[in-house]
């Protein structure tokens, strides 16, 4: 009975999976979760969650108030391609290839929100 149990579960679960229910992976759009795995080990300040573990490891700078300084807009083009905003983003990747269009916009909107 259990075993039956089990393997229901585990089809439903497939299906699940299938269906795109599960939110995370290449479909996942909360801005948070998005920043935690391809941000924060260059923005996150040394002893944040995701962040580097030394102090002072850090590459990039503090986001935390980067809402006072650019857009939504302006974030979604550099967050897609830094070069088409700065002629020498140095270490900061494009993510144009990486995330969707929808994830870039999800970012960009709570990144404009940090004031
Ligand atoms: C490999 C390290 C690295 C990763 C990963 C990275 N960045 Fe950056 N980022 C940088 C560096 C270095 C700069 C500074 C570029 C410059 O102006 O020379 C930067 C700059 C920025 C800026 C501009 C700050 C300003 O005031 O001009 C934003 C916004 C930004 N990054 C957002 C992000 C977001 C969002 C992600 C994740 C999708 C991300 N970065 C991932 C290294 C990184």
């Known amino acids: 009975m259990l075993g039956r149990c089990v393997a229901v579960y585990a089809l439903f679960a497939c299906f699940c999976v299938l269906a795109g229910c599960g939110k995370s992976g290449p479909t996942e759009t909360s801005p948070q979760v998005l920043y935690d795995q391809h941000c ?15 102090i002072g ?3 990039g700078p503090n ?13 979604t083009a550099y967050i897609r391609d830094p070069k088409s905003k700065k002629p020498d983003p140095k ?9 969707t269009e929808e994830q870039i916009q999800s970012l960009a909107g709570w990144l404009a929100a940090r004031k």
């Not at 260059?42 to 944040?48: D, F, L, P």
């Not at 986001?63 to 974030?75: N, P, R, S, V």
């Open 63 to 75: 986001l935390a108030k980067i809402g006072t300084e650019h857009d939504a807009e302006w974030l």
């Open 91 to 99: 270490l900061m990747p494009a993510f144009g290839g990486t995330l």
């Open 40 to 54: 924060a080990k260059c923005h996150a300040r040394a002893g944040e969650p995701g962040g580097p573990p030394k």
């Open 57 to 59: 490891g850090s590459k």
